[in-house]
């Protein structure tokens, strides 16, 4: 292919590009929307391929290009593989955490631990910060990490325990499913050595509970807030510390 790094050029030549492995599914909804952008007034953007003629990036935009005659505009960068895409995806509104996952898991060496990572969200359907503390234990966000294929499963059949308690609790405060700190403070919960899981869901089923909404921002409050619930009619013997 011919080639001027960061100079964009232009062809009508569509044989010359190709997809590559890895990079996002095509979405055939936003294909359409492109289209009927496109007839409006096309875009100018021009797409990034490697030197083999690989779409990096702006695979929609080739599609929709192709389907209408109209121009490639293109830009090479020399060497392009799969980690550029990530690179140059990392943040756009276009890919998500999920777009990211699938496609370290298609690559010619597949990363496991983003397939552990999309099988654990399919099964619990938590939110993309629970998940990740979850499987991971840390407290980090790990954005970096996540899109550039450094993500590491440390703690699978303890995220699957966890997420197992949490999904008997989760129905009782829905708005919460997706905050780490709720997750991260049951967690916490779940640690202290006196605490008995079956008493705790009693109590959540109290009438005086029911519908209560958690008055709490951080870890440490919702701690407080889930051992306040847990000593609710329970023997002074049998309560658990009051974190304040």
Avoid: C
Wanted: charged share 25%; proline share 3%.
């Amino acid at each position: 292919m011919n080639r001027q790094d960061n100079k964009v050029m232009i062809t009508d030549d569509y044989g010359m590009f190709s997809f590559m492995v890895g990079n996002r599914e095509i979405d055939n909804s936003h294909i359409n929307r492109l289209i009927k952008s496109f007839k409006i007034k096309p875009e100018n953007t021009p797409i990034y391929v490697n030197e083999h003629g690989e779409i990096l990036d702006g695979q929609h935009s080739f599609k929709v290009r192709k389907i209408l005659k109209l121009p490639i505009l293109y830009i090479v960068i020399e060497g392009g593989t799969l980690e550029t895409i990530h690179r140059l995806n990392t943040n756009r509104k276009g890919w998500t955490f999920d777009d990211h996952a699938r496609s370290w898991t298609k690559r010619a060496d597949p990363i496991l631990d983003y397939q552990m990572y999309l099988d654990f969200k399919k099964r619990y359907k938590f939110s993309h910060e629970v998940i990740t503390f979850l499987l991971t234990g840390s407290s980090r966000k790990m954005k970096d990490e996540f899109v550039g294929g450094q993500f590491k499963v440390t703690q699978l059949d303890e995220a699957i325990a966890t997420a197992r308690k949490i999904e008997g609790i989760k129905g009782y405060y829905p708005n919460n499913n997706s905050n780490r700190s709720f997750a991260k403070g049951l967690v916490k919960l779940f640690g202290i050595k006196e605490f008995n899981y079956r008493l705790f869901l009693t109590k959540l089923g109290y009438k005086s509970l029911l519908g209560k909404k958690l008055e709490a921002h951080n870890v440490d409050e919702y701690l407080t807030a889930f051992v306040k619930i847990y000593n609710t009619n329970t023997p002074t013997n049998k309560k658990l510390p009051l974190f304040l």
